[in-house]
C-alpha cells in the first residue's frame, strides 16, 4: 500500500501556510478557478519529483511576498512510514532531506511514483518534439536510474561538444580535438535512444487496450520513434546504432561547424502516435487526441503499477470538464477498478465524482489559497 498521509505547505503559490490530512483513496479539491486547487495538485507532485508539471522553473513556485517556499508530506510504504521536506529560497538550490537525511535532489526520483492527469496532456500529441522529448525522458529517469544518469551525461557531453563546435573554426582543429567528445556523445547517446524505444514498445502495449476500448473497438494506437539516425528500431542492436551514430555525426562535421552545434542524435528525436495508421498529429480529430493522451497516462499508471508492484498515486487536474461522457465513464471506472490514491481536482460535478467513485472519500473546499473545510 502507497499513499500520501499529510501535506504542509508553506509560501507554496498562494497559499503562506496550509497543513492537510488526507484519505488514503479518493480526495476531492472542490472550488472555483484560480483559487488553488491545481496549486495543491502541483505541490503533491513536487513533493515526489523536485520538480512540477507545470514549469521548469522553482522561482515561480515560490509565494511572491514570501520568496521561499517549503513542502512537507509523510508518504506510507509498505506500511513504512517516509517523512519527506523540501525547501527552497529564490536564487539558492532546492534543500531535500528524507527520514530527516539530506540527500541529492533527484535521489527519491524512483521512490514515490505519482501520475498527473492534466488537460495539457493533450500536448505530447498536438505539440512539437520537443513535448514528447520531455515525457519519455521523464518516464524514463524516474522508471530507471541508469536510464536517468545517461541523460545527464550525454547532456554534459552536449554542451561542451557544442562550446567546442562553436570555440573552433577549421576541420582541421575540431578533428584534432573533437573524438573524446564524439566518443562519449555516441556511447551515451545511443543507451538512451535503445532505452527510449524499449520505453515506446512498453507503453504502446499497455495503451493499446485502453484506446481500443474507449474508441469503441474501431481505432488503434501505435507509437513510432522518429530519429535522424537511420536504424531499425525493431532488429538493430547497440553496436549497429553506435555505427549509423558515427556515421551520421562524420557526414554533418562541416554543417556542424558552420551553425556551432550538434545536429545528430536523441536530443533531436521523436515518436509519432498513430491512430489507424495515420500520424495523430496531423490528422485525427481532438476526440482522437484527447483519448490517446489519456489512453498513455493510463499506460503510465500501469507501468509504475508493474515496476514497484503497487500503484501510484494519481492526480487529476479539471480533466473531467475535458471529457465527453463515454471518456468520462472509462476514466471513472478505471479509478475505481485500480487502487491508488487519487486527488481530482474540480471546480464542479463533486457530486458526480462521488456517486461514481467506489471507496471512501474526503472533500476540500478550497478559496483564495485557503482550505475552508474538511468533510469526509
Known amino acids: 500500500m502507497f499513499y500520501l498521509d499529510n501535506l504542509q505547505l508553506r509560501g507554496f503559490r498562494n497559499y503562506h501556510k496550509q497543513h492537510l490530512h488526507f484519505n488514503p483513496r479518493f480526495n476531492i479539491f472542490a472550488g472555483d478557478n484560480g483559487h488553488g486547487k491545481t496549486n495543491l495538485l502541483e505541490a503533491i507532485y513536487y513533493l515526489s519529483v523536485t520538480r512540477s508539471f507545470r514549469t521548469k522553473r522553482d522561482y515561480e513556485l515560490a509565494n511572491f511576498d514570501d520568496r521561499f517556499f517549503y513542502l512537507g ?26 527520514d530527516n537525511n539530506t540527500v541529492e535532489r533527484f535521489n ?37 536510474p541508469l536510464f536517468f544518469q545517461d541523460l545527464k551525461n550525454y547532456q554534459r557531453v552536449l554542451i561542451q561538444r557544442n562550446n567546442l563546435l562553436r570555440d573552433m573554426h577549421s576541420r582541421a582543429k575540431i578533428e584534432k580535438y573533437i573524438e573524446p567528445w564524439d566518443q562519449a556523445l555516441i556511447e551515451y547517446g545511443s543507451r538512451i535512444i535503445i532505452e527510449r524505444v524499449k520505453l515506446l514498445e512498453i507503453l504502446q502495449n499497455e495503451a493499446r487496450p485502453f484506446f481500443i476500448k474507449m474508441s469503441g473497438s474501431t ?42 552545434s550538434t545536429l545528430v542524435g536523441p536530443h533531436l528525436d521523436d515518436f509519432s502516435i498513430f491512430i489507424n495508421r495515420v500520424d495523430s498529429r496531423y490528422f485525427s480529430s481532438q ?15 500501469n507501468l509504475f503499477t508493474s515496476k514497484n508492484s503497487e500503484e501510484p498515486i494519481i492526480l487529476l487536474d479539471d480533466v473531467f470538464s475535458e471529457l465527453d461522457d463515454p471518456r468520462k465513464k472509462h476514466l471513472l471506472a478505471f479509478l475505481s477498478e485500480n487502487s491508488s490514491q487519487c486527488f481530482i481536482a474540480s471546480a464542479s460535478g463533486v457530486n458526480e465524482y462521488i456517486h461514481n467513485l467506489s471507496g471512501e472519500h474526503k472533500i476540500f473546499n478550497i478559496k483564495q489559497g485557503t482550505v475552508l473545510d474538511e468533510t469526509d
Open 73 to 98: 508530506g509523510l508518504f506510507i510504504k509498505r506500511y513504512i512510514s517516509h517523512r519527506i521536506q523540501l525547501s527552497y529560497r529564490v536564487n539558492e538550490s532546492l534543500q531535500v532531506k528524507i
Open 108 to 144: 527519491h526520483l524512483q521512490q514515490f511514483p505519482v501520475v498527473v492527469f492534466s488537460p495539457d496532456d493533450l500536448q505530447i500529441v498536438s505539440d512539437g518534439p520537443s513535448v514528447r522529448r520531455r515525457f519519455l525522458n521523464l518516464e524514463g529517469a524516474r522508471l530507471n
Open 219 to 260: 481505432e488503434d494506437i501505435t507509437l513510432h520513434y522518429k530519429s535522424n539516425l537511420k536504424f531499425n528500431a525493431i532488429e538493430d542492436d547497440y553496436d549497429k546504432i553506435k555505427n549509423r551514430y558515427k556515421e551520421a555525426l562524420t557526414s554533418k562535421r562541416e554543417l556542424e561547424l558552420k551553425r556551432g
Open 287 to 301: 476526440g482522437q487526441k484527447r483519448t490517446a493522451a489519456l489512453a498513455l497516462k493510463m499506460a503510465e499508471v
